[in-house]
């Protein structure tokens, strides 16, 4: 690893750190203004930084070679290419807002894998985010921190991404999920602590290769608006548990409608993991866990072959609730398992996928984090 000197040649003035994070459940819920409930990972990037007096930003990366340097003043959607749209779109979306933010230089480092839906984007957004603000003492809330993340994400790198993963990397805490409220714009912080009730919950990344991901994904949200529309609801989270028949019966689609089936259950799902949380009956939570990769594997149908076999195998070996998490179509499975049983499930994953001729998966141990801030 090259040092901060090394590569700008002069000593930082501090470091900030934005974690990664993981979806416990809550699925394609935030863009029918549902419920969602991730967890922050230890997992996280960290951007060392130093002020510039001459406006100018220089971004390296210890995954990439090399410097990238913008100006801020001729910063606009689109001037900067490659990884650094990330740190570039942050400081065009903090001016934007008025933050009077200066030049900088920022070396990235990260122990999250990209593109595993860990969302190292918005951890890498979030940290430019909050070194930026830091290096010059500007004081901003971390919802604040995060939305701001989200525009720099929607509309300098020009992806079309909710707001969980902004919020899960600058508002979770530790030993806690984080219960956002999409339509209340709301967030409470649900105990979650696993190892007190000698339960683990493995992340295992499927390695699986895209397909398709961002048509499947845009597909979904024009699925779940054209129902919304039909039903004549703002959004599909009107749609009760109580209501659900009845607006399944109203619905012309049959496709549509295994897609509304899912949100609708989805939501209903989250709600119920919140209330047993917060009974301290963590172990009852996963049976949620698996009828929710259920609902995504047969109606929402966004699993992969290797996101189902981890699922399968993991429960085979004894977990207590397994399901994919993330968009879909490759990613990460999360799996609560009893933590004296978590090597051997991890175990019995990797032979699975062996037999299956996949690639060999990877897993690291989900411990609820905090999240962003000024590292000492
Ligand atoms: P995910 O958020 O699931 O990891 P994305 O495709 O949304 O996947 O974001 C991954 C992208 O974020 C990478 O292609 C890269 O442009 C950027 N990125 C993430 N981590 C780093 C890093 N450590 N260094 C440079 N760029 C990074
Ligand atoms: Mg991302």
């Known amino acids: 690893m090259t040092t901060f000197e090394e590569v700008f040649g002069t000593a930082p003035d501090g470091a900030w750190r934005a974690p990664g994070r993981v979806n416990l459940i809550g699925e394609h ?4 203004d549902g419920l969602v409930l991730p967890i922050a990972l230890p997992n996280r990037i960290v951007v060392t930084a130093s002020a510039r007096d001459d406006g100018i930003v220089a971004v390296s990366s210890n995954g990439q070679n090399g410097v990238i340097e913008f100006a801020l003043d001729s910063l606009e959607p689109g001037s900067v290419g490659d990884w650094a749209t990330y740190p570039a779109g942050m400081a ?3 001016r934007e807002a008025g933050y009077e933010i200066g030049g900088a230089n920022l070396l990235v480092d990260s122990d999250l894998p990209t593109g595993a839906g860990l969302s190292s984007s918005a951890a890498l957004l979030c940290a430019t985010g909050v070194a930026l603000l830091g290096l010059r003492d500007l004081e901003v809330d971390p919802a604040e921190v995060a939305r701001l993340a989200q525009k720099a994400e929607n509309q300098y790198v020009g992806a079309p991404v909710g707001l969980m993963d902004q919020m899960a990397s600058m508002c979770c805490t530790a030993g806690h999920a984080l219960y956002f409220d999409i339509r209340a714009m709301a967030t409470e912080q649900i105990p979650f602590d696993p190892e007190a009730d000698g339960l683990t919950l493995l992340v295992i990344d499927v390695k699986a290769p895209h397909r398709h991901v ?3 994904y845009a597909a979904r949200r024009k699925s779940c608006e054209r129902a919304a529309a ?3 609801v703002p959004a599909l989270r009107s749609i009760t548990m109580d209501g659900l028949d009845e607006a399944l019966a109203k619905l012309s689609d049959d496709v549509d409608r295994r897609r509304v089936r899912h949100v609708v259950t989805e939501i209903d ?6 209330a047993l949380m917060r009974a301290g009956r963590l172990r009852d939570v996963g049976a949620l866990f698996t009828a929710s990769h259920v609902s995504m594997r ?3 149908e966004i699993t992969v072959p290797e996101l189902d076999v981890a699922v399968d195998t993991a429960l085979a070996a004894g977990a207590v609730g397994a399901r994919m998490t993330g968009g879909g179509f490759g990613g990460c499975i999360i799996a609560l398992v009893e933590t004296a049983k978590a090597d051997q499930t991890f175990a019995a994953i990797e032979r699975a996928f062996g037999e299956h001729g996949f690639r060999a998966p990877t897993s690291l141990a989900a411990t609820p984090s905090p999240g962003a801030s000024k590292l000492d």
Request: proline share 0%; hydrophobic share 35%.
């Open 92 to 94: 065009w979306v903090l």
């Open 298 to 300: 047969d109606d929402f």
């Open 230 to 232: 039909e039903l004549g």
């Open 269 to 274: 799902r989250v709600e119920q993991a919140v």
């Open 29 to 32: 819920t935030d863009y029918n």
């Open 214 to 216: 961002d048509g499947e």
